[in-house]
């Protein structure tokens, strides 16, 4: 019996391996004829410079939309595909720090205001640091990307136990639907059309890989009032 489950474990990391090379192999090489094709829309565009045909110009428009999406879900495979790779990633750094980082780095983070609340007592880590911040600066991002209200507050919140830190992004925007709530780590789902809000829906997916990589955690649940909290724990 021990030996049948030693085998099933060895078939399932070879597939897992399998399937990761796969997804890395495609969106690598596919991103030189895609390079290929935003260069030729490119060039198109310069060519339909002073044509007055509103239809033709529309389907364009169409057209190079959906090349610029089709670039970026190739992107996030790829992306997606070096969740696993932990090369120069392990360093010690300043948790309050990193996080102001990426509040820094956050688009539209003039749109928000945001509010901090520390429970640590070891405020330097020795971790994945470049994972963790892709994690956090992804959820802030969405935080205001995904927001409905002018005047946007956004909370985060560090907790430390003996073993882990657990990190909050609270919002105040519309939350998510419960109905769809299972679905948000699905790979390129999105809750709204991507014809409404361009998005790739990859961005949650990543996280949420990430953090079971490195033996977390991540949790969504609708906030009290309003708004959507997403919780998890980083190992130290």
């Known amino acids: ?24 192999i495609v969106s690598h090489d596919l991103k030189s004829p895609m390079r290929a094709i935003t260069n030729i829309t490119n060039w198109i ?56 980082d990426c509040v820094e780095l956050t688009k539209e983070k003039d749109k928000a205001e945001f509010h901090f609340l520390y429970t640590i007592e070891n405020e330097n880590s020795n971790s994945l640091g470049k994972k963790l911040q892709k994690v956090l600066t992804n959820l802030l991002d969405n935080a205001i990307r995904f927001h409905d209200k002018e005047k946007m507050n956004i909370f985060i919140e560090v907790n430390e136990s003996a073993t882990n830190y657990e990190f909050t992004i609270r919002d105040d925007g519309p939350g998510i639907p419960e109905e769809v709530k299972e679905k ?53």
């Not at 019996?1 to 890395?24: C, P, R, S, T």
């Not at 565009?45 to 670039?71: M, T, W, Y």
Request: glycine residues 6%; aromatic residues 10%.
């Open 1 to 24: 019996m021990k030996e049948f489950v030693n085998e099933e474990e060895e078939e399932l990391i070879a597939l897992k391996k399998e399937h990761e090379e796969f997804v890395y």
């Open 45 to 100: 565009e310069e060519d339909l410079e002073g044509i007055s045909n509103n239809e033709v110009l529309a389907n364009f428009s169409l057209l190079k939309n959906r090349v610029g999406r089709l670039e970026m879900m190739m992107n996030a495979l790829l992306e997606l595909s070096r969740v696993n790779n932990f090369d120069n990633e392990m360093y010690e750094f300043n948790i309050p720090r990193m996080i102001a």
């Open 184 to 236: 948000i780590f699905n790979m390129f789902y999105t809750v709204n059309s991507k014809d409404i809000l361009e998005t790739t829906g990859a961005g949650l997916t990543i996280c949420n890989k990430i953090i079971k990589r490195v033996g977390g955690k991540m949790e969504y649940s609708p906030s009290i009032d309003r708004g959507s909290v997403f919780k998890f724990n980083w190992p130290k």
